[in-house]
């Protein structure tokens, strides 16, 4: 297939495909979807070799945020049956992310509900990733706090954290739709307030929002341009209580499809699977590891995953490696030119941001699923351990 020869030739040299290739990986049979996966799996492992990332959420503050991001189970007037707490205490959270750590995770993702952080906040966090660092020094810390005012991400990076995360989410062109208290564009300078601080910048999307291909396409190739030093990919958890409770768009050969279009756009950059892999890639886990460099350990912010001990025997089953602690994450080239964690050797959640969207991204549709989908809440557990509980969590 010329395409897939063109599109691993571009991903080893680091070259941005154009848009019709990234929307031609979206449109591609099923047929045709292991040779995809096989092509950029070929990418994958020239700049990660078969070495998988395991990244641990802490989630600091849980729910009653101000803000209405319809796809968040946190939101204002959420009536999702969620874990509610205001912020853990330092030694509580270093504890929480000790289990982790235990599980193997080299990064620790600190994650608040909220618009952003107060400066009494942002003190707070500082003491929690001090606390964390002095237990665990070689772990990575990123925070997941909102959108940053400034001087704030310098305070974050004085305290010792390693990365920010804060996500695109979806194409500019259809951010007003998904949330409306605040833009598409203060998230792209939360992002870049975070790399001007030195931060190394993790944002990245969530798909399975109804958007369409091009929509897709925006956004990764946004953050292409934006130049995060990781890509969380999020596949939609449709929560009862929310206003995209119904939206179950997503297959497991779509997710795969999404996957390699951002392991060709951005190639070098650690992808990391994200939310609703269990719920949407099921039994095809363990192929998206061809394409994913990084996972969460365990559970996520609000919701349930499967177990850290299943998560590590799917990466041994499937021939991959889980990266130590004295592994560079990022390919040489990024790391020496500054990416915070890869120069240390190391989305978060739902809080982050997405580009513009060229006109001619509307001429094509989404490539929905063949047979309609019905929900499946069966597979969506709200989570009622680890963080913010008495119980401990499944890392
Ligand atoms: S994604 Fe973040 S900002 Fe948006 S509603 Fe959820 S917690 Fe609030």
């Known amino acids: 297939m010329d395409l897939l020869n063109t599109l691993v030739d571009k991903g080893l040299r680091r070259e941005l495909p154009t848009r019709d290739e990234a929307l031609a990986v979206l449109a591609?049979?099923?047929?045709?979807?292991?040779?995809?996966?096989?092509?950029?799996?070929?990418?994958?492992?020239?700049?990660?070799?078969?070495?998988?990332?395991?990244?641990y959420l802490v989630n600091l503050k849980s729910g009653l945020c101000p803000e209405d991001c319809s796809y968040c189970s946190q939101r204002l007037g959420s009536e999702a049956g969620i874990l509610k707490y205001t912020w853990l205490k330092p030694d509580e959270a270093t504890k929480a992310a000790a289990a982790g750590?235990?599980?193997?995770?080299?990064?620790?993702?600190?994650?608040?509900?909220?618009?952003?952080?107060?400066?009494?906040?942002?003190?707070?966090?500082?003491?929690?990733?001090?606390?964390?660092?002095?237990?665990?020094?070689?772990?990575?810390?990123?925070?997941?706090?909102?959108?940053?005012?400034?001087?704030?991400?310098?305070?974050?990076?004085?305290?010792?954290?390693?990365?920010?995360?804060?996500?695109?989410?979806?194409s500019e062109g259809t951010y007003g739709e998904i949330t409306t208290t605040h833009t598409y564009a203060d998230r792209v300078d939360t992002v870049q307030q975070a790399q001007a601080a030195g931060l190394s910048a993790c944002s990245g999307l969530i798909a399975g929002m109804g958007e369409t291909d091009a929509d897709l396409v925006d956004v990764v190739f946004s953050l292409r341009a934006l130049d995060p030093d990781s890509v969380p990919v999020n596949f939609l958890i449709p929560i009862e209580g929310t206003p995209l409770a119904k939206e179950w768009h997503l297959t497991p050969q779509r997710c795969l499809r999404i996957l390699a279009m951002v392991r060709f756009v951005c190639p070098d950059v650690e992808v990391r699977l994200a939310g609703g892999r269990e719920v949407h890639l099921r039994?095809?886990?363990?192929?998206?590891?061809?394409?994913?460099?990084?996972?969460?350990?365990?559970?996520?912010?609000?919701?349930?995953?499967?177990?850290?001990?299943?998560?590590?025997?799917?990466?041994?089953?499937?021939?991959?490696?889980?990266?130590?602690?004295?592994?560079?994450?990022?390919?040489?080239?990024?790391?020496?030119?500054?990416?915070?964690?890869?120069?240390?050797?190391?989305?978060?959640?739902?809080?982050?941001?997405?580009?513009?969207?060229?006109?001619?991204?509307?001429?094509?549709?989404?490539?929905?699923?063949?047979?309609a989908l019905t929900a499946r809440t069966d597979l969506v557990a709200v989570r009622r351990r680890g963080a913010g509980t008495d119980l401990a969590p499944n890392a």
């Open 101 to 170: 750590v235990a599980g193997g995770a080299k990064r620790v993702c600190l994650v608040a509900s909220g618009r952003g952080p107060t400066d009494r906040d942002v003190d707070r966090v500082s003491r929690t990733i001090e606390a964390i660092k002095g237990e665990h020094e070689d772990v990575e810390v990123c925070a997941c706090l909102g959108l940053l005012s400034q001087g704030q991400a310098d305070r974050l990076r004085s305290a010792g954290a390693d990365a920010y995360n804060h996500n695109l989410n979806t």
């Open 283 to 371: 039994s095809m886990q363990p192929l998206a590891l061809n394409l994913a460099n990084s996972i969460f350990l365990g559970d996520y912010l609000t919701t349930e995953g499967q177990s850290g001990q299943s998560d590590l025997d799917m990466i041994k089953d499937a021939g991959f490696e889980v990266e130590g602690a004295d592994t560079t994450t990022l390919p040489e080239h990024r790391a020496q030119a500054g990416g915070g964690c890869g120069s240390h050797e190391g989305s978060c959640g739902p809080c982050g941001e997405a580009p513009e969207a060229a006109p001619e991204a509307t001429a094509v549709a989404a490539a929905e699923p063949s047979e």
């Open 28 to 55: 591609t049979s099923d047929d045709e979807l292991l040779d995809v996966v096989a092509a950029a799996g070929k990418v994958r492992r020239q700049w990660f070799g078969r070495r998988v990332k395991l990244n």
